[in-house]
């Protein structure tokens, strides 16, 4: 019993931790929040429901979502995001917001409010280990997130795509005095944020109903981003795997108390965390002066 609660909040776990990738990537390139990211996870769980009800295989459905979520992401972030002032951090929240609602509104007019079910064929196939058991879409969820964080990982660390992303994290004018393009690295980083947000949704999909309401998934996959340091990648995935299992477990140990609190009692725990640490700087600062 504990192990299967410990896997379903694995795999829960892992569907937030790409969500907030989503958050860090974009953040650590550019100083910038997309709050439409799990909007993006909902348009993308749609877009694969609809191509495999045009009769296109599931796998096939799922790269053509992460090909359509990337080019979304990165015409938003040349279309308009870069005609904003780099200084204009405000706009671009106010702006994502904004998208998510739009995004929202235009998933109810076409699917309708109702949830529908997202098949896949892996679904019905399970695999035992003891008393462990793994549905197909589980094992789907394992093996999608594991290969993007290691895809992430080698970008990052290991390309020259990479040392690109982190000069314009440490400086946008001198990275773009060495050579670097940063209106190009910066279109790249939010289309990354988009299909990361597409394949979250074409995962969870099997496992869950599909909903236009199912972007508020953000909120918990923003409180995992943070949890760690926001701006930290790895910090991302333990967060999400963290945040995951602890839900599972309050669950399960006590049902009477709903799984969303837990993650909004981490955020607010954190906000209060960095809120206390300002003032006793601040306090610091003064009683030096003084």
């Known amino acids: 019993m504990l192990l299967q609660t410990l896997l379903g909040g694995f795999v829960q776990g892992c569907i937030y931790s790409l969500i907030a990738l989503g958050f860090v990537l974009i953040y650590r390139a550019t100083r910038q929040i997309n709050f439409a990211q799990g909007d993006l996870l909902m348009l993308g769980a749609y877009l694969g429901m ?3 009800l045009w009769g296109v295989s599931w796998s096939v459905a799922l790269l053509l979502s992460l090909i359509l979520l990337f080019l979304c992401g990165s015409l938003l972030q040349v279309g308009i995001l870069s005609s904003l002032p780099r200084e204009s951090r ?6 994502t917001l904004g998208l998510g609602f739009v995004l929202r509104s235009l ?8 949830p529908l079910f997202f098949p896949s064929p892996y679904e019905q196939q399970l695999f035992t280990w003891q008393a462990l058991v793994i549905s197909g879409a589980q094992l789907g969820v394992l093996i999608g997130s594991m290969i993007a964080w290691l895809a992430i990982w080698w970008l990052l660390y290991r390309s020259r795509i990479g040392l690109g992303l982190r000069a314009l994290a440490q400086d946008y004018w001198m990275a773009q005095a060495s050579g670097v393009s940063c209106k190009r690295m910066e279109a790249l980083v939010w ?3 988009a299909a990361l947000a597409a394949l979250g949704g074409v995962l969870l999909a099997p496992l869950s109903l599909v909903h236009p309401e199912l972007g508020w998934l953000s909120i918990k996959a923003f409180a995992a981003a943070v949890l760690f340091g926001f701006g930290n990648v790895t910090g991302a995935v333990f967060g999400g795997l963290l945040l995951g299992i602890t839900e599972q477990l309050s669950a399960a140990w006590f049902p009477d ?3 969303d609190l837990v993650s909004y009692l981490i955020l607010l725990f954190w906000l209060w965390l960095k809120g206390a640490s300002r003032i006793g700087s601040a306090a610091i600062v003064f009683s030096g002066k003084s």
């Open 90 to 95: 405000i706009l671009v929240i106010l702006l």
């Open 50 to 52: 609809q191509l495999q």
């Open 107 to 114: 998933a109810t007019m076409i699917w309708g409010p109702a």
């Open 191 to 193: 289309g990354l944020s």
């Open 257 to 259: 108390i709903s799984r």
